[in-house]
């Protein structure tokens, strides 16, 4: 997806310098055929046995993106009723689609049921007690899933481990098998699967392993009890490769999830990866303003911030960057790359080396086409970036960029409300927006 040809960076078929000049700067630049072809590896590594892969959307949930993929027939993964009203009008399949989240609102949920997805991944008991309620007042019966939290390390970041005990995620075994035979009682709920998501950005096999195996403990318990569950998903959580290191096989996860699963060759396997879709068919386009230099260290400052690309300033992650024009001349002393947000927390790179920038010039960081746009926001009045889908040697908006005026324009008051259809619940009200 990203070539040098004669020194100048291209993203598929066209010239990193044409967008920025085209769409402006900071801007995502997404490449239709690197998205398609992460998802034809996901089919193929899958294949073993029937899967719905549900893209969990909360890494990228830019429409066009989403319908590339919904086009592809994957399913989606939502965790809001903003995302479950996304996925729908990307044009993903009600009956493919899977909600988790440990706070879902009335409304969400009833936007759930009136929409008629697969699933709703139920996280507590007093939420399953809630859909029975929101399922009832609407007459109709709401599709359960459970969500399993293993205690499992995953081995990963803190702030994204989900599997282990400590964590607010799914409910343990005895919680989940109480949450079960509720759900089979009630005629206002109807039990479809069972769900686990241990974590994300996950890099072996073994903690997947461990999951998959709690899961199918419960699984075996449930059939003792004559319950059949349609289907069993695993989550998402596939790593990739950022800087060094390698992203997570595919093919042998699946070949573990399906010899632990062999048992149940009925029951549909879901798998929801998000960055594992989406990261590397993504960058970030950002122009250099100024170098600067201290008595301690070399500064590159750049036109995008940590509003734009957060995951530097709240993981530590490492995203290459690459300049859209080689220069020549060796040796550049390493210089951190940093946005106009006032923080010191505002870096999008340490010591990266950049021979010969100078202002003006293009940077683009690499592996940002997850949780990049997705976790960007205003602060510091910033508007938010242009998002565009790259598609061969042809570019096209998929997101204009935010003006100064919509920075303001939710805070002039009365006109601007009428403009936000929310979702209501069965007594007509509404929490997804006011
Ligand atoms: N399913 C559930 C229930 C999830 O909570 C998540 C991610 C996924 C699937 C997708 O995980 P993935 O395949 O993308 O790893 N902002 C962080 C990542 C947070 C992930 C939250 N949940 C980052 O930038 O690294």
């Not at 070539?3 to 000049?21: H, K, M, N, P, S």
């Not at 970041?157 to 400590?166: D, N």
């Not at 999830?257 to 590397?280: D, H, K, M, Q």
């Not at 960058?283 to 500064?299: D, E, G, S, W």
């Amino acid at each position: 997806m990203l070539t040098y040809r004669r020194g100048r960076l291209f993203i598929d078929g066209v010239g990193a310098w044409r967008l920025a000049e085209r769409f402006g700067t900071p801007l995502y630049a997404y490449s239709k055929k690197a998205i398609l072809e992460s998802f034809g590896r996901f089919e193929a590594a899958f294949s073993l046995r029937p899967t719905t892969i549900c893209y969990a959307m909360k890494a990228n949930s830019n429409r066009a993106v989403c319908a590339l993929l919904a086009g592809r027939g994957a399913g989606a993964e939502v965790v809001s009723g903003g995302e479950l009203l996304r996925a729908l009008e990307a044009g993903f399949a009600p009956g493919r689609i899977v909600f988790s989240g440990v706070g879902k609102t009335d409304a969400e949920m009833a936007l759930a049921i009136e929409r008629a997805i697969l699933a709703v991944n139920v996280e507590s008991m007093e939420e399953l007690e809630a859909l029975e309620g929101v399922a009832r007042r609407l007459g109709r019966r709401a599709p359960v899933s459970v969500r399993l939290n293993p205690d499992v390390d995953a081995g990963t970041h803190a702030h994204v481990s989900t599997g282990l005990a400590e964590t607010k995620f799914g409910v343990e075994k005895a919680q989940a098998m109480a949450m079960f035979v509720k759900a089979m009682r009630s005629p206002h709920l109807k039990v479809l699967g069972i769900h686990c998501h241990i974590g994300s950005q996950i890099a072996t096999v073994g903690p997947y392993k461990k999951a998959a195996r709690a899961v199918a403990g419960l699984v075996r318990d449930l059939e003792g009890k004559g319950v059949a569950l349609e289907f069993v998903d695993l989550g998402g959580g596939m790593g990739v490769a950022y800087g060094q290191g390698k992203g997570l096989g595919l093919g042998e996860l699946s070949r573990e999830f399906a010899r632990v699963l062999a048992p149940w060759p009925e029951a549909r396997l879901i798998v929801e990866p998000g960055r594992s879709l989406t990261a590397g068919a993504g960058v970030l386009l950002t122009r250099v303003l100024y170098r600067k230099q201290t008595t301690k260290r070399r500064f590159i400052v750049v036109d995008a911030g940590m509003n734009d690309l957060l995951r530097p300033a709240l993981y530590g992650a490492v995203h290459p960057i690459w300049p859209e024009r080689r220069r020549g001349g060796k040796g550049a002393a390493p210089a951190d790359v940093v946005g106009p947000i006032c923080e010191s927390a505002d870096f999008l790179g340490k010591d990266v080396r950049l021979p010969g920038c100078r202002r003006g010039d293009v940077l683009a960081l690499l592996k940002a086409g997850a949780y990049g746009f997705s976790m960007s926001s205003q602060y510091n009045s910033r508007p938010r970036a242009a998002e565009v889908i790259v598609d061969g040697d042809d570019a096209v908006l998929a997101r204009r960029r935010e003006t100064l005026d919509d920075l303001v324009a939710a805070e002039r008051g009365d006109q601007e409300r009428k403009r936000s259809p929310a979702p209501r619940d069965c007594a007509g009200r509404s929490d997804l927006v006011e």
